[in-house]
């Protein structure tokens, strides 16, 4: 049995989280941090960095990515793709351990109101894929 590549501390996200609890850091059953290793230390980075604005963090300004910018944007196509454009560059500049498979933005189909932006990447160290999705809040079309 080998160690883990990547560990992290385990986080339930407030945004993506809600079933597994109340937001902020998971104790373990020992009353110890828990932590998440490998694939699920990654995919938490991920959604952290997408849901991270730039300037956030006091030590790493440029950390974060730009979709919040698109909060309440017309749900169009140039809209979709500046959603594309953001995500792909903060990927790339800032979560070196995945490569896109794919990345899409569209209509959310229960709701007009969201963007819907799916990622798909592949860890590159065990070769594991994953998918990804974050809503962005949007202008239905004549409704602000």
């Not at 590549?5 to 109340?22: K, M, S, T, V, W």
């Not at 020992?30 to 604005?53: E, N």
Request: hydrophobic share 45%; with cysteine.
């Amino acid at each position: 049995m080998s160690l883990p590549r990547y560990r992290a501390l385990a986080l339930n996200h407030p945004d993506f989280d809600a079933a597994f609890g109340p937001a902020g850091l998971r104790v373990a059953p020992g009353g110890r941090l828990a932590t998440v290793s490998d694939a699920a230390s990654i995919r938490q980075a991920v959604l952290l960095l997408l849901s991270t604005r730039p300037g956030e963090r006091v030590n790493r300004p440029e950390y974060g990515c730009y979709l919040f910018r698109l909060a309440f944007a017309p749900n169009d196509d140039t809209t979709a793709g500046l959603a594309i454009h953001y995500v792909a560059r903060a990927v790339e500049r800032w979560e070196k351990r995945i490569a896109v498979l794919s990345l899409d933005a569209a209509q959310a189909p229960e709701d007009p109101a969201l963007l819907e932006v799916r990622l798909r990447y592949r860890v590159r160290a065990s070769g594991q894929e994953d998918e990804i999705a974050v809503a962005v809040p949007v202008e239905i079309r004549g409704v602000p």
